[in-house]
């Protein structure tokens, strides 16, 4: 199913605290980042926060520029995001600014929380998930009930942390500041526990004044049948390969990467590139690779379009390709159609081989983009 973007929003001390232990707030960002947080919230459908922040730092998180909030209506947006909280004991203070100030509220819970919540009267939509919170529950109800495509998550740590840990963020901006807290019951921005392993991708780093901006994005392909962000992330740059396609009227424009599972990439191909009219993007990019790459075997390929299962111009389809060289998990955006082959099925034939197969069809579109004079 289709989830929000998942932008984790976060500044921490040299020391990694998200906060200190004492009663006030602990201002980590400088004036200047504080703008900069005013504009990445105004191009969000909705900003999440935990309930220990509303208890710890009884937050407003309003989009303060009345600029940015007419840019929003006048693109027939909401004036201001939705503001989400998470809470599994519905314990909260009906007085505080979260409930009371900006556009529309919901409180994402379990169904002890919610029964608390309506008691003591919390100024919000009070959705129960259950008798326990699931992440990608919450995540998918933002997406089909409330048409949320982009969330920002603001804290605190035990939210970054799970949405981290289950793979779920999308991107993390991470702002540093010149400061030490030194309290060991300060709270921390990541918690113990398992993480995706390999080293996450920074995309950006930036000095607004004395604090430095990072951005960064996971790369590590989920495992298995289980869809992890940074699928969404390569499987994006597959169909931007497939974009690059020479057109063709005789066979499709497809976009393929080969990622190993620390999440570097191993290579990438697109159909028809370096002149050869007919190899195909998935044939391409793994020819790019040593045979005897250990990597292979825990590697994820992904394919704009299903690989083939069968070809007239190869002896070998790139099913075949894929399992004789070793890979065993295979994301792909699109089933491939019959245009050119009766009844195809790559993925019938990858699973036959072992290979788990994962369609993603919130791309679909994207990967058909360049084949539409195919459709005709
Ligand atoms: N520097 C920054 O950028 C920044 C940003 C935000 C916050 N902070 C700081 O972070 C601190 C708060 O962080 P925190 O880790 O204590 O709290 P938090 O992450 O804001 O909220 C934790 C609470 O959220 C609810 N929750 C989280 N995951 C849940 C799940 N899977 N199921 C059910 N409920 C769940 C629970 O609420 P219930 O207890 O109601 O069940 C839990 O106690 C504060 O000191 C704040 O100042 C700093």
């Known amino acids: 199913m289709p989830l929000p973007h998942v932008l984790l929003s976060a500044a921490v001390s040299l020391d990694g605290c998200l906060d200190d232990s004492g009663p006030e707030r602990l201002l980590l960002s400088s004036p200047a980042d504080f703008e900069r947080v005013d504009e990445v919230r105004a191009r969000v459908d909705a900003i999440l926060v935990g309930a220990g922040t509303i208890r710890a730092d009884n937050p407003r998180l309003l989009v303060n520029s009345a600029e940015r909030r007419a840019a929003r209506v006048a693109a027939g947006e909401a004036e201001y995001p939705l503001k989400v909280a998470v809470s599994g004991s519905g314990e909260l203070d009906p007085a505080a600014r979260f409930w009371h100030t900006g ?12 029964r608390r919540a309506r008691a003591l009267g919390i100024g919000a939509d009070v959705v129960s998930l259950g008798p326990a919170l699931d992440w990608h529950a919450a995540l998918e109800h933002l997406h089909d009930r409330r048409g949320v495509r982009r969330l920002m998550v603001e804290g605190g740590g035990s939210v970054h942390t ?8 999308d991107e993390l901006q991470l702002v540093l500041a010149p400061l030490l807290v030194g309290d060991p019951a300060a709270p921390r921005l990541f918690g113990p526990g398992a993480y995706q392993s390999g080293r996450l991708r920074l995309v950006e780093s930036r000095r607004i004044e004395d604090v430095v901006l990072m951005r960064y994005r996971p790369t590590a392909p989920g ?25 063709s009227d005789t066979a499709f424009s497809v976009g393929a990467v ?20 007919v190899v195909h993007a998935e044939e391409a990019a793994l020819a790019k690779i040593a045979p005897d790459d250990p990597r292979l075997a825990r590697a994820t390929v992904y394919s704009s379009l299903e690989p083939c299962a069968r070809r007239a111009s190869r002896p070998a389809p790139c099913a075949r390709l894929i399992l004789d060289a070793g890979v065993r998990r295979v994301v792909t955006a699109w089933r491939e159609p019959d ?3 009766t009844g195809p099925d790559g993925s019938g034939v990858l699973a036959a081989g072992g290979a788990d197969v994962v369609v993603l069809p919130a791309f679909e579109a994207r990967a058909k983009a360049p084949n539409r004079h195919l459709e005709r």
Do not use: I, N
């Open 339 to 341: 245009t050119f082959v």
């Open 223 to 247: 495992t298995g049948g289980r869809v992890a962000a940074a699928d969404r992330h390569w499987l994006g740059l597959a169909c931007e390969l497939a974009e690059l396609c020479p057109p």
């Open 258 to 277: 080969v990622v190993a599972a620390d999440g570097s990439e191993l290579a990438r191909g697109h159909s028809r590139e370096g002149g050869d009219a």
């Open 103 to 114: 556009g529309e509220k919901v409180l994402l819970t379990t169904d002890d929380g919610a």
């Open 162 to 169: 799970q949405l981290l840990q289950q793979e779920l963020a």
